[in-house]
């Protein structure tokens, strides 16, 4: 299957301060990408979608200004959390959407925050 | 919410075939059958879709009944690599503009010795 990359795996931050996510697609293009949360013995929760070119869709309840999404390019989606505070510590994990031989979506493995 | 329904948990004897069964008897035409899976701590992996017709790949075999109200995952010799937490979707592939997946519940499958 395709190749979907995240980092940092593992960051540690300080309360109020900001933490960027990479998400790569290392052997494609990817004019869409999704970005997921996922608490501790929960399933994953859709965060946004991510469309190349143009601003992300979020999902309700989701705070625009806190989690922003920028997606410049075919195979870089980044995710920043905004004046981090420890309810913000999650697995976050983005998916690409691979339309090559149809439509699959791919994982990265995912970036543990820790806020404190 | 999720358009599924698994069970909430199952157990394999190692070397056996896993059945992981699961009911979608609200999906729509133009939507697939999807299954991943998430291993503790890790992004969910693809393993298989179908539309209608059964599929199979090196993972698993993906059998879909003619309705398409469920369908089942089989593994056909587990291994201890395989206890995972399976998620079975339904979405609207091949381009269409819905093309986020919903996660439900899943189903943990403990593969045991």
């Known amino acids: 299957g395709a190749v979907v990359s995240q980092h940092p795996s593992w960051v540690i931050c300080k309360s109020g301060t900001s933490v960027k996510i990479e998400c790569r697609s290392l052997d494609f293009q990817a004019t869409t990408m999704f970005w997921y949360r996922q608490f501790p013995k929960q399933s994953l929760m859709l965060m946004a979608t991510s469309n190349e070119g143009s601003k992300a869709t979020y999902e309700q309840g989701v705070e625009k200004d806190k989690f922003l999404i920028n997606h410049a390019s075919l195979t870089l989606s980044t995710l920043t959390v905004t004046s981090a505070h420890p309810e913000d510590s999650s697995f976050y994990i983005c998916?690409?959407?691979?339309?090559?031989?149809?439509?699959?979506?791919?994982f990265g493995e995912g970036s543990w925050l820790t806020v404190v | 919410d999720a358009k599924t329904t698994q069970p909430t948990s199952m157990d394999c004897a190692e070397g056996r075939a896993a059945n992981l069964p699961c009911n979608h008897s609200t999906i729509s035409g133009n939507e697939y059958v999807y299954w991943y899976r998430q291993i503790h701590s890790q992004g969910p992996q693809y393993i298989i879709h179908?539309?209608?017709n059964n599929e199979t790949n090196e993972m698993a075999s993906l059998i879909i009944t003619e309705d398409r109200k469920s369908s089942t995952l089989i593994l056909p010799h587990a291994t201890l690599r395989d206890t995972a937490v399976y998620y079975c979707?339904?979405?609207?592939?091949?381009?269409?503009?819905?093309?986020?997946?919903?996660f439900g519940k899943g189903t943990k499958l403990s593969v045991k010795p």
């Open positions: 979707i339904v979405r609207v592939g091949s381009g269409g503009s819905q093309g986020n997946l919903i």
């Open positions: 998916s690409a959407r691979d339309f090559r031989g149809g439509d699959t979506i791919y």
């Open positions: 179908g539309l209608k």
